[in-house]
């Protein structure tokens, strides 16, 4: 795993703060920088960098005054079944239009328990 996330940032951070910080510490600029209001993603040529940014910055360097945390990215969990139970409720709901209430509560649980074996698979 390649992208970092680096946390504690001063809202005033730029990505050539963070640039000039890891060229000052040795480490190959990244090309990648997605900079939010308070943290950033950070894409390394290879796991060998990726290891040293951990290792050299978290905890250890300042950046506008503040220390910085710097580790590896982990996708947020659960957007998947988010995404699927939103598709369920649309599908009922238009279902819901056309057709008669003993239906539509029929579908609705179908639909659900497809939602729930869909997102099974995906994991």
Not at 8 to 18: A, G, R
Not at 45 to 59: C, F, H, R, V, Y
Not at 68 to 76: A, F, L, M, N
Request: a negative charge; proline letters at 3%.
């Amino acid at each position: 795993m390649n992208k970092l996330y680096v946390g504690n940032l001063s809202p005033s951070v730029t990505v050539e703060d963070l640039k000039r910080l890891f060229g000052e510490s040795e480490l190959p600029v990244a090309d990648q920088v997605l900079l939010k209001s308070g943290y950033a993603f950070v894409d390394f040529p290879d796991q060998k960098w990726a290891i040293k940014a951990i290792e050299t910055l978290s905890g250890k360097a300042e950046l506008h005054g503040k220390v910085i945390e710097v580790d590896y990215s982990v996708p947020k969990k659960g957007v998947g079944w988010a995404r699927c139970v939103c598709v369920c409720v649309c599908v009922c709901v238009c279902v819901s239009v056309s057709e008669s209430s003993h239906y539509v509560t029929e579908n609705v649980v179908y639909s659900f328990f497809f939602c729930f074996m869909f997102e099974r698979e995906i994991r």
